[in-house]
């Protein structure tokens, strides 16, 4: 009877407990850090004690607001989660390594058992089918004081990352013994990201399958994308390098992976360096999977086969990024911005490549030595400002598929495939469509699917990742992705009631 | 020309797209409920935090001036037919050439006592969503009046913010009048997993004051007593006719059309939810409230202000809905049981059925059904107008079929059982 009353009551104490244990904790490190004690590291200690201090006055913020959307379903599981959050963080102020595998347990480990326990009790005792109830109220999946606390966090690791590597080294210490396992080395920071990154879309796949399971499509998808980023993206490469082969991604491909394709060291020179024969078939692989196997798929699929089902960009905004997805910006100026962009990025991809197989041809009439440079410079551009930072440190802010949609040269090739040479479509059911704009709101690409449903006609667009999304959340069963004939197949809008006033007055 | 709109529902703006499509009449659309026409579809997920409010608005606000339709958000108080003009609360008067009547309808009240107090609804226009979440705010205890479509949207809307909600229907069976035993029962077993108290064969007797004008409890004829500080009701509606009774245009239960929707007025128009048919359609309706019957006359009525001579009729019927978890879609007539004109066979797995009708004399296909299965319209449609056999091969099936991809349904024990008619 009064359940909702306790759950809002329990959350809310479970709220200022964790104010009170975060500014706790972050007390004790600034402690740490004046008096210097061992093992953790003053400068690091202070940069988590403000972090921390940060979260607890972002957690009541959120609090007083009245977040009440946000249940915590599980005690044990959220205390477990919120136990693995602080752990990572105490373990990169210093103590990961002195400690690395308690430290490990006690962050990533904690954080992962937590979070998928936490899924499990949030979505096994519900009952199949659509629940986005909340979605658009919770501040954390809405810009809310939480959402930016998210977004600053997510986008400050990525810095970190790419910029200042050795500040995560008490982290990157805890990952050393999977490392030693799996590659016969110790770790990185590129090995540890690659880690944390394949753990979230694994444990946010649990998530997403769950979410989703009453629909096959979406069952087979999620699979799909864990399977991939888990074995291709991650134990496979690793594998590769214990045995002292390059490590090489089977599922990236030019343009998206350019450097695949590109000559001299910073391109496939260092695949054939390290590894004669095997690094002779990576790279035909690469070569087959761009010219050959992506226009086949693209043409029978869509270019859904691959931006929803294989990418590993997709399926981090697939998994982690789909409490963000309906973020998205959908107004018609970010549509012209983004035909600019993306098409641009392909352009650049293209002459780039051209232009350092010519040099390369010409031994360096063109660009000289600068050609390293070069490809450097492009590389750090695109691939660590826009495809990281912004990619997916943006999620609580811009949504889940920036990247894809105003950077993915592999995505703006796709879909020009995909809007002029393709079998795909997502097709409309009749006059069916009741306008509720659900289809629209939870498009990643931010398409306005509703625009073409309320008047029944097809959805043939470039930018269409055919996640499928639109299709399960509809409330009236009125879109599905199919592969039909390529002829006809953007039609003209049928709303099939109105047929006898068509043939008396001529559509549109 | 002038075409002054009243009313921005599905059918006015319907109407208003269809006359800019074909022409450059000067367009102006008269509400007060809202600035930008909304999809009052969606207000259930307005309310579920599944939308934003934003997201309730079809199309982007440039959209109508681009199309040069201007919006005025005033409400029309008088209507002279002699003058061709509305008064509006502003006291802007418009004049016009052609005038629309879309203003729809409101929930209907069956002189309950209490049926007035505050937290006592219906949920039909904008107002209604926010009324609805100022007065649940905070509360554990709700009732809904009524087992249609509504009822059960109401319900869903409350559950989604874990309020206890007793669902009082007055029939023994969830929509009995339209479902079958079994169809109902799926929706009673969706009612129950999601921790609703389902009443049957309950009816209200009055709604208890809190003693501060606000509902406390909801009393049944039976004698039971209900604690609510919210009380839904979802018994119908009817149409909004007082701007046109008032301008002395003829009415019934509702404003008074014929097939082409003019009124008794010279240049008023009636369509959608507020207007009555003088002539029944081919069904025997004379009123049609529903969202799609609406869009359709709008766009009839739309054609016909663009000079096109057109009469409305009926096409063949479809409708669709969602009972929490479980889709519905209905097209042609398929009758809750077998009588003299129709028999029906079913299929059923679960909580996935489909149902077919056919005509007892000719063996033509009716209409068919689906719970939990997607079915294309155009292929029901189609079917149904080329009045074809109501017999199935598996083949049939996987056409009629719109589930998402790798939905696994087994297309000929569906085609076997919907064909083997005694």
Not at chain 1, 91 to 118: C, D, E, R
Not at chain 1, 226 to 236: C, E, R, S, T
Not at chain 1, 245 to 268: A, I, N, R
Request: aromatic share 12%.
């Amino acid at each position: 009877m009064t359940r909702h009353t306790d759950t809002a009551v329990a959350t809310d104490l479970t709220l200022r407990w964790l104010v009170r244990g975060t500014t706790a904790t972050a007390a004790i490190l600034l402690l740490t850090a004046v008096f210097d004690i061992w093992p953790f590291k003053p400068l690091a200690s202070t940069g988590t004690a403000m972090l921390l201090l940060a979260a607890a006055v972002t957690i009541e913020v959120s609090r007083r607001s009245g977040w009440r959307s946000h249940r915590i379903h599980h005690r044990w599981a959220g205390m477990l989660t919120g136990l693995g959050i602080l752990g990572t963080l105490i373990a990169i102020s210093g103590v990961g390594q002195a400690w690395p595998i308690p430290m490990f347990g006690l962050g990533l480990g904690a954080l992962t058992v937590g979070s998928t326990w936490m899924i499990l009790a949030r979505y096994r005792s519900t009952p199949e089918g659509v629940d986005n109830h909340g979605v658009m109220t919770n501040p954390t999946m809405n810009r809310g004081a939480a959402g930016w606390m998210l977004g600053i966090l997510m986008t400050g690791f990525y810095v970190l990352v790419y910029w200042y590597p050795s500040a995560l080294d008490g982290l990157v210490r805890t990952t050393d013994w999977l490392s030693w396992a799996m590659r016969g080395r110790a770790a990185d920071h590129w090995f540890m990201y690659s880690l944390v990154y394949t753990l979230a879309v694994a444990v946010f796949g649990i998530r997403a399958w769950y979410r989703y399971r009453h629909v096959k499509y979406q069952r087979l998808r999620t699979l799909s994308v864990v399977f991939v980023q888990v074995i291709l993206a991650f134990v496979l490469p690793s594998i590769l390098v214990l045995f002292q082969q390059p490590e090489f991604y089977f599922s990236y491909f030019w343009p998206l992976k350019w450097t695949y394709l590109w000559p001299g060291d910073y391109g496939m020179g260092w695949i054939l360096a390290d590894s004669g024969r095997l690094g002779m078939f990576m790279i035909g692989w690469g070569a087959i999977m761009s010219f050959v196997a992506t226009p086949i798929l693209t043409y029978y699929y869509g270019k859904r086969w691959y931006c929803s089902w294989v990418c590993g960009c997709g399926a981090m905004a697939e998994t982690m990024g789909d409490p963000y997805r309906h973020l998205a910006p959908r107004s018609t100026a970010s549509w012209q911005l983004e035909r600019w962009m993306i098409h641009g990025s392909l352009l650049v991809i293209v002459v780039a490549t051209a232009v350092l197989w010519i040099n390369s041809a010409t031994e360096g009439a063109m660009l000289g030595s600068l050609s390293g440079a070069f490809a450097q410079t492009y590389g750090f551009l695109f691939g660590s400002i826009w495809a990281g930072v912004i990619g997916v440190g943006f999620y609580p802010f811009l949504g889940t598929r920036i990247w894809c949609r105003y950077g993915c040269p592999m995505a703006a090739i796709l879909g020009l495939q995909q809007r002029f040479f393709s079998r795909f479509r997502i097709t409309t059911n009749g006059g069916q469509c009741i306008s509720c704009g659900n289809c629209s709101a939870y498009c990643e690409m931010g398409i306005d699917v509703r625009w073409y449903a309320q008047r029944g006609q097809n959805i043939v667009r470039a930018s269409c990742v055919g996640c499928g999304i639109c299709s399960s959340v509809c409330p009236r069963g009125v879109l599905k992705l199919e592969n039909g004939p390529a002829d006809g197949r953007l039609g003209r809008p049928v709303l099939v009631e109105w047929e006898d006033v068509d043939i008396l007055s001529g559509y549109d | 020309m002038h075409v002054v709109i009243i009313g921005n529902g599905i059918a006015g703006i319907t109407a208003a797209r269809f006359v800019r499509k074909n022409g450059d009449a000067r367009l102006t659309i008269v509400s007060s409920e809202t600035e930008y026409h909304v999809a009052r579809t969606a207000l259930m997920y307005a309310y579920m935090g599944d939308l934003r409010e934003s997201d309730l608005k079809p199309y982007e606000d440039d959209f109508w001036t681009k199309n040069r339709m201007e919006l005025v958000l005033d409400h029309a108080t008088d209507l002279d037919t002699a003058a061709r003009s509305v008064q509006l609360a502003s006291g802007r008067r418009l004049t016009y050439d052609r005038l629309v009547l879309a203003t729809g309808s409101r929930p209907n009240r069956f002189g309950w006592q209490g049926e007035y107090l505050d937290g006592v609804q219906g949920l039909y226009a904008w107002s209604d969503l926010k009324t609805m979440q100022r007065v649940t705010e905070g509360i554990t205890d709700a009732v809904v009046v009524g087992g249609g479509l509504i009822g059960i949207e109401l319900v869903e809307m409350l559950r989604s913010r874990s309020i206890d909600v007793h669902f009082l229907v007055r029939e023994t069976a969830y929509m009995d009048h339209l479902f079958s035993r079994d169809e109902s029962e799926l929706i009673h077993r969706q009612i129950d997993r999601h921790g609703v108290h389902l009443h049957l064969g309950c009816e209200v007797d009055r709604f208890e004051d809190d003693g501060n004008g606000r509902v406390a409890a909801v009393t049944t004829r039976d004698g039971r007593s209900f604690p609510a500080a919210f009380a839904g009701i979802g018994v119908g509606v009817h149409p909004r006719t007082e701007l046109a009774e008032a301008a002395g245009i003829e009415t019934n239960k509702g404003i008074l059309v014929d097939r082409s929707f003019r009124t008794s007025a010279p240049d008023v128009f009636a369509a959608g939810d507020c207007a009555e048919f003088r002539r029944p359609l081919v069904d025997g309706r004379t009123i049609e409230q529903l969202w799609y019957s609406a869009r359709r006359q709008g766009r009839i009525l739309g054609l016909i202000l663009s000079g096109k001579d057109l009469s409305y009729d009926t096409p063949v019927f479809y409708n669709s809905a969602k009972f929490f978890d479980l889709e519905y879609q209905t097209y042609g007539s398929v009758p809750a049981t077998d009588d003299a004109g129709l028999e029906t066979r079913a299929w059923q797995d679960g909580t996935r059925l489909v149902r077919v009708a056919r005509r007892a004399d000719t063996g033509a296909l009716a209409g068919v059904t689906g719970f939990g299965i997607r079915l294309r319209h155009d292929v029901a449609a189609t079917w149904i107008r080329a009045a074809r056999r109501a017999t199935f091969s598996g083949q049939d099936v996987r056409e009629l079929a719109f589930d998402p991809e790798f939905t696994s349904l087994p297309h000929n024990d569906i085609a076997r059982e919907l064909s083997a008619w005694t």
